[in-house]
């Protein structure tokens, strides 16, 4: 069974930063592209970043670039997203996903996910 677990969530300030970790068991070789979304209350689900299978290529949504950065280990079948200069519209609970076949920010191209981290950025 496959099973994708965040952790690193937190609550920060404006401007702080916080590392997400999604450690996933039972994944199975092959094309896995790896991505973290995000979902605020009432809001639809968008992504924030994507990684290729070996970690070479990636994409951010515009409102991360040069902010957020997706990572990979695949010897750990870790993957991490480390965010700084948070604001506080990326407040949201923020999923790992993994399963990937299309590299795109696109919930449909995902097989797995994980249960959500929360992030609360605010004063």
């Known amino acids: 069974q496959v099973q994708l677990v965040e952790s690193g969530g937190g609550s920060v300030q404006p401007g702080g930063s916080l590392r997400l970790s999604c450690a996933a068991s039972?994944?199975?070789?092959?094309?896995?592209?790896m991505a973290w979304f995000r979902q605020a209350p009432g809001k639809e689900r968008e992504g924030v970043a994507v990684?290729?299978?070996?970690?070479?290529?990636?994409t951010y949504a515009d409102s991360v670039k040069g902010r957020f950065t997706i990572s990979r280990d695949n010897a750990k079948k870790t993957s991490y997203l480390q965010m700084n200069n948070l604001r506080p519209d990326d407040t949201a609970m923020y999923y790992c996903?993994?399963?990937?076949?299309?590299?795109?920010?696109?919930?449909?191209?995902?097989?797995?996910w994980g249960q959500g981290t929360q992030v609360t950025v605010s004063s």
């Open positions: 996903a993994a399963g990937g076949d299309v590299f795109a920010l696109s919930a449909p191209a995902y097989k797995f």
């Open positions: 039972g994944v199975t070789g092959g094309k896995n592209y």
């Open positions: 990684i290729s299978t070996r970690g070479h290529s990636t």
